[in-house]
């Protein structure tokens, strides 16, 4: 056993390939072979020996699914800087791809622990700006939709429900800035609406050398979509798009966005399809560069 | 949506292919959009207009995730039972896809209701014998994994234990069979261990046109990996394999298999990886074929 791991750990060495870190979406875990394990197998396949993390919140994969849902998600950063510290193989730096709300963890695990350095961050269809609607509900702004929405904003910003609810904590309710940005208790936090001035936070995120930010320009699931290009609704409504560069975020840079557009780190990426419902062919023409160094 | 809906359903029928039916393996639901989701996109782009129902075993993916887990297996078939059942598009029949865990369970659902029937099974690394073993435990025997075993022997036919953990209801102690044949809640009873003469359930699985049984040939998730053809230890012995065409099920025909192998509707799939692992070419070339009816 151990002489397997030795010589796993040579053959990292000896690939060249920057390790992996992984991070899955909800109701998914890190070892579910048909879908973070897959996409693994692939990935090594066009990589040999390189060396992949996928990260396990919990003890196993059933609390790992389950803190999915409902572990407060400062506490998940918390352990995932934990579990990348940890892990020797990480140590000289790595790159990160975080499935759907993978993404905005990822992010906010480059902003909060700079050590080990990540290098590229992958966010597949994350949702960087928040959620504002129900799965299968952007469609048409139905009633039925309409009702679901003001169902939630009722009890959504209490401290209870941002503690024991990971999809609340970037719930943004664009009708209600003020109260998003006075109780979410993650997404406001990472996206520094309460403490414009927190440069460390930022400072950590300029480090990184690519941000790659993937948008499913069918997406059903997460609404609106754009989110995963850091656009949103604007303040008070719930219609009216704004892209990034019009956004507040980044006219301010508060994160630091705009410098690293500007630095050419940003890169944004249509996938013409629904929420993470990518085929292996797109995939591999797509992400896969930057995970084994080739991308232009 | 009634348009879009009547639309989908005319496409179904004039599109000739029949319905599929899926149950996700443990760990997963029924819309994880990169697991089953990917492989229903996959499969319709090969049958367009293939109607595709993923079983839901609770109201939402986080309950489907969790009775995975959690819930009696006989009340998880009586529940898919009923939703088949209830599925107007299935009426006339349809094929069934289990993956891991979710093959036994449609093995029970063909067995247990005959209407709508089911014509092609696909086990696809299903545990038809049970397990009897902790995932990545089966490589070498090693004393930490035979405590562990050991540890669970102790309480995993109390009836509690039976009634709340998936996995202890397909567990199966070949060094105590009679225990087993005893005690388990569910393995015991979908194989006729208890009450061999059962003439009904038999009928209805040898109604199946074919029973397509994929095992893994790499798999360390699943021990033994035999168990997904039929295979188990011997009784009293942990190490010594029988394959099903020398077992008491199979002489004995309390299933109807070897009536079945005689007809030539039992089919073996060898695929080499590991547990679940198989890639999508592999996907098309081998199971596709009795999805879109294309099988010699």
């Given at each position: ?7 796993i750990y040579?053959?990292a060495i000896?690939s060249g390939y920057v390790p992996l870190v992984i ?20 990935i090594?396949?066009?990589a040999?020996g390189i060396y992949v993390h996928s ?29 990348i510290?940890?892990d020797t193989q990480l140590r000289n730096g790595y790159n990160a791809m ?18 080990p350095s990540m290098k590229i ?170 995970i ?5």
């Amino acid at each position: 056993m151990l002489i397997a791991l030795f010589f796993i750990y040579i053959l990292a060495i000896v690939s060249g390939y920057v390790p992996l870190v992984i991070w899955h979406g909800m109701g998914d875990s890190c070892c579910n072979p048909l879908s973070i394990g897959r996409i693994i197998v692939d990935i090594k396949h066009m990589a040999p020996g390189i060396y992949v993390h996928s990260l396990q919140i919990g003890n196993d994969i059933v609390e790992d699914t389950e803190n999915g849902f409902f572990m407060e998600v400062n506490k998940q950063i918390e352990i995932a800087c934990n579990i990348i510290r940890n892990d020797t193989q990480l140590r000289n730096g790595y790159n990160a791809m975080g499935l759907s709300q993978g993404g905005q963890f990822l992010r906010a695990v480059a902003q909060r622990c700079p050590q080990p350095s990540m290098k590229i961050l992958l966010s597949v269809g994350g949702q960087h700006q928040g959620v504002f609607g129900f799965p299968r509900c952007n469609a048409d702004h139905s009633i039925f939709c309409e009702l679901i929405r003001d169902s939630i904003n009722l009890g959504v910003y209490s401290n209870f429900i941002q503690e024991h609810v990971v999809q609340a904590e970037y719930w943004h309710d664009s009708e209600n800035e003020p109260l998003y940005i006075q109780k979410s208790n993650f997404l406001a936090l990472i996206n520094h609406e309460r403490d414009v001035g927190n440069l460390q936070d930022k400072n950590n995120l300029q480090k990184l050398t690519l941000f790659i930010l993937v948008m499913f320009t069918k997406d059903t699931m997460v609404e609106p979509k754009e989110t995963e290009w850091f656009g949103f609704y604007a303040p008070g409504n719930t219609k009216k798009l704004i892209p990034l560069n019009e956004s507040a975020i980044y006219l301010e840079d508060r994160l630091g966005l705009k410098e690293m557009n500007d630095a050419k780190k940003l890169r944004f990426i249509a996938c013409p399809s629904d929420h993470l419902e990518f085929s292996n062919e797109w995939f591999m023409e797509n992400l896969m560069p930057y995970i084994n160094g080739t991308y232009q």
